[in-house]
């Protein structure tokens, strides 16, 4: 998954949420558009929209942006660093077996994860479907047990350690079944797991999920108007090839694309727009 950009309608704000409290890093900042990342990796792009309002709570749209850790300590250092500085955006905490995750809102409403994963060899899997579960995870104790003396000064200092990525990306759909139709039947993810009629997770290449779609604030949502919140989505495939292959299987099943020569862009059912783009074409 490439980074997620999000319309906003306070930039600096945002700006500070990011990275003095997720801890990521101001990579660019050029006018209306700030890009939040590790190394020279984006996370999230944030562009100022004040000219927008915020979309009603049961629309479909972003659920969360889910970033990962490389350890459990940068986990923790995030984590104290949010709550020491935005201890009201903290919202839920969960051993899911297959990762350790953390739950927030950013101040405009924006869910975000951020989370660990569990070694791949302690993953379960039956018949093509990941086991997953949502059993408590205490945060305190998290940081009794991972936040080192360095981690800690480094939350202090809205400092992160390691490296991260945006793991996954999830999804608030109007119903689960245009969700299957749309992003395993037509884009090719595989279903690695389902909850009923009420969310959906999919993934490339046998990762727990890359995406994930859920109705549970917004059963029966139709194509989002422009708002405040999601901007767009960005997966990155390998090559041009794999570019190429996804836009002539795209056109098959009917669904416009907009191609510029370096990256595939269109609408999802609920008008999410998701971009894909090669390793090697340049972000901005």
Do not use: C, Q
């Amino acid at each position: 998954m490439g980074a997620v950009t999000l319309r906003v309608g306070d930039l600096d704000g945002m700006i500070r949420y990011y990275r003095d409290g997720v801890t990521l890093e101001l990579l660019s900042h050029d006018g209306p558009v700030a890009v939040l990342g590790r190394g020279t990796t984006p996370i999230v792009i944030l562009e100022h929209a004040p000219e927008l309002r915020h979309a009603s709570p049961h629309s479909a749209g972003l659920f969360h942006t889910a970033i990962l850790f490389d350890s459990r300590e940068a986990l923790a250092t995030a984590i104290a660093s949010v709550a020491a500085k935005y201890p009201g955006t903290f919202t839920g905490s969960a051993d899911h077996l297959v990762s350790e995750a953390f739950y927030f809102t950013d101040p405009e409403g924006n869910g975000v994860e951020l989370y660990f994963d569990r070694d791949r060899s302690t993953w379960s899997w039956t018949h093509g479907r990941i086991e997953m579960a949502t059993v408590f995870l205490d945060p305190n104790g998290y940081l009794r047990d991972h936040l080192t003396e360095s981690a800690a000064d480094a939350a202090a200092s809205g400092l992160g350690l390691g490296d991260a990525v945006v793991g996954h990306v999830h999804l608030s759909v109007g119903d689960i079944a245009s969700a299957r139709e749309f992003y395993v039947h037509r884009l090719g993810f595989e279903t690695t797991a389902t909850l009923g009629t009420s969310a959906l997770f999919v993934s490339a290449g046998g990762y727990h999920h890359h995406m994930a779609m859920n109705t549970w604030n917004s059963a029966g949502a139709g194509r989002r108007g422009r708002a405040l919140g999601l901007g767009k989505v960005e997966i990155v495939v390998s090559g041009a090839d794999d570019l190429g292959e996804l836009g002539e299987r795209m056109s098959h099943h009917g669904v416009a694309t907009r191609d510029d020569g370096r990256t595939l862009a269109f609408d999802d059912p609920w008008a999410n727009v998701v971009e894909v783009r090669t390793a090697e074409a340049s972000v901005g």
